[in-house]
């Protein structure tokens, strides 16, 4: 049960553009014991299938600029080959707080990101 519950919920933020990681890693590691190493290929490996249909999704509500696609796409693969290799050779205690670090510098620019988002929109109101 919990792991329908786990990727449900990966797959919701996953659709949404941020990232099913998020949620999936880090629920598997704590709440299913699972090392990070491993959390992170079912990660990438059940990615797949849910980019899939969110990249659908997206693409036929025309909010896809193709052309920025190649060059990002290009680059990302790049990146993937990359961080594997890094992986291999790092622990899964530093890669569990290496993604701990990530996740709380994300927080943190979702956070003031927030706060700016309601100062622009009380100080348009007072100019009306």
């Given at each position: 049960m919990?792991?329908?519950?786990?990727?449900?919920?990966?797959?919701i933020i996953g659709g949404m553009g941020m990232g099913g990681g998020t949620i999936l890693i880090p629920?598997?590691?704590m709440f299913v014991g699972v090392d990070p190493k491993i959390a992170q290929s079912i990660n990438l490996l059940s990615s797949i299938p849910m980019a899939i249909f969110a990249l659908a999704i997206h693409i036929k509500n025309k909010n896809v600029i193709l052309k920025l696609v190649l060059p990002i796409?290009?680059?990302g693969v790049l990146g993937a080959i990359c961080g594997a290799f890094l992986a291999n050779y790092l622990s899964s205690e530093i890669l569990k707080k290496a993604f701990?670090?990530?996740l709380f510098l994300v927080g943190c620019f979702?956070?003031?990101?927030?706060?700016?988002?309601?100062?622009?929109?009380?100080?348009?109101k007072l100019k009306e």
């Open positions: 919990i792991y329908t519950i786990i990727g449900f919920f990966a797959g629920a598997l590691v796409a290009t680059f701990g670090g990530f979702e956070i003031k990101k927030g706060f700016s988002e309601n100062k622009t929109k009380k100080s348009s």
